[in-house]
């Protein structure tokens, strides 16, 4: 059975990107178990651990901009008209 947490030793992925946003927020709530337990036993957390959980939140950050931006686009679209009439790529200011 895996642990509620994530200690330091174990596995973590290299590449977050790949993982899908279910197993992403999953190991996010196993990595900040894990913070909650160091502070209680420890009085601080590992090094490792909160590097873990900033590259969790870096990842969790680009996909929230990233959807937001989707999202704008799809707005901005509406407004335009719909399928066939595009508003210019300069609007967006670059494409994802």
Same mark, same amino acid.
């Given at each position: 059975?895996?642990?509620r947490?994530?200690?330091p030793a174990d596995e973590f992925p290299v590449e977050l990107a790949l993982l899908g946003d279910p197993e992403l927020l999953a190991l996010y709530g196993?990595?900040?178990r894990q913070l909650e337990?160091? !502070?209680i036993q420890f009085g601080a957390a590992e090094p490792e651990t909160e590097f873990r959980l900033e590259e969790?939140?870096?990842e969790l950050d680009r996909r929230d901009s990233r959807d937001a931006l989707k999202a704008s686009?799809?707005?901005i679209r509406g407004l335009y008209g719909g399928i066939g !009439?595009?508003?210019p790529d !300069?609007?967006?200011g670059g494409d994802f």
């Open positions: 059975m895996r642990h947490h994530l200690p196993r990595a900040m337990r160091e !502070s969790l939140r870096v686009k799809r707005r !009439s595009e508003p !300069s609007l967006y």
